[in-house]
Nanobody
């Protein structure tokens, strides 16, 4: 069982930055592929960024809409994954969820609200 706790959301002006954090419980964090998803009102949840497990090389991939602006990273010593978000736009407004996957195991955090508005 893995528990995920997100933090770092909030209100930011267009063009600003935020860093989301996701702290994971458990001692085998580095085996999990980690991802950030978001869901805006009235829309489906979508993948924002993902990073593979340590033994898979920690490869990253991003949604086209955030490439060049967002960066996902993981600190395996702290069991934490981050999402650095720069040049934020109003359309980035959503609830952001942390996800951990290992085989058939699939865990979600409770979500953190990000609002981009002037």
């Amino acid at each position: 069982q893995v528990q995920l706790v997100e933090s770092g959301g909030g209100l930011v002006q267009p063009g600003g930055s935020l860093r989301l954090s996701c702290a994971a419980s458990g001692s085998i964090f580095w085996f999990y592929a980690m991802g950030w998803y978001r869901q805006a009102p009235g829309k489906q949840r979508e993948l924002v960024a993902a990073i593979s497990s340590v033994n898979s090389g920690g490869r990253t991939n991003y949604a086209d809409s955030v490439k060049g602006r967002f960066t996902i990273s993981r600190d395996n010593a702290k069991n934490t994954v981050y999402l650095q978000m720069n040049s934020l736009k109003p359309e980035d407004t959503a609830v952001y969820y942390c996800n951990a996957k290992l085989g058939s195991q699939d865990y979600w955090g409770q979500g953190t609200q990000v609002t981009v508005s002037s």
